[in-house]
């Protein structure tokens, strides 16, 4: 995948030698911003899996199962009569995915921003976001921390 926009591409799959650990779904390139990337709008589908059309597909099904997901905790609570706690506690969750999935990258202006898919991949993305904005010193998350 191009993430950078400039033809360089990284390699995330088993194929080009990335091991369980390193192999990761990378996130879109930085050409294409946050703009919507289905398959039938790339030439190819080797330009839509060199440009990272996987991951908006990935990522924008995963949160659209967990928000029905979600409504169908709701539902089931509703019609045995139960409270909707479960409901809201599995949210934080979904919050927390929609923010590095969906928000981050909007915020940023592209999704090649996101978080990558992959265990070595999130790793970097965690380092990558205390470096560039020092969220462990963030209030609200020395706050949450504390419980």
């Known amino acids: ?14 194929l080009y030698g990335n091991n369980i650990i390193s192999g990761a779904v990378i996130p879109s390139s930085n050409a294409i911003g946050i703009h919507f990337y289905p398959i039938w709008e790339a030439a190819s589908v080797e ?17 659209l199962g967990v928000a029905t997901y979600m409504g169908r905790e709701w539902e089931l609570s509703y019609r045995l009569g139960m409270r909707p706690w ?10 927390a995915a929609s ?17 990558p898919l992959g265990i070595s991949g999130t ?25």
């Open 47 to 63: 330009e839509w899996l060199y440009n990272g059309g996987p991951y908006q597909l990935i990522v924008l099904h995963f949160l």
């Open 1 to 14: 995948v191009d993430i950078d926009g400039i033809r360089e591409p990284v390699a995330g799959s088993l």
């Open 123 to 147: 790793f970097n993305f965690m380092i990558v976001f205390q470096a560039e904005h020092n969220i462990l010193m963030h209030p609200f998350h020395m706050a949450g921390v504390a419980g």
């Open 99 to 115: 923010a590095v999935f969906l928000v981050y990258p909007i915020g940023q202006g592209s999704f090649s921003d996101g978080m």
């Open 86 to 95: 479960i409901f809201v506690a599995f949210s934080a969750p979904v919050a």
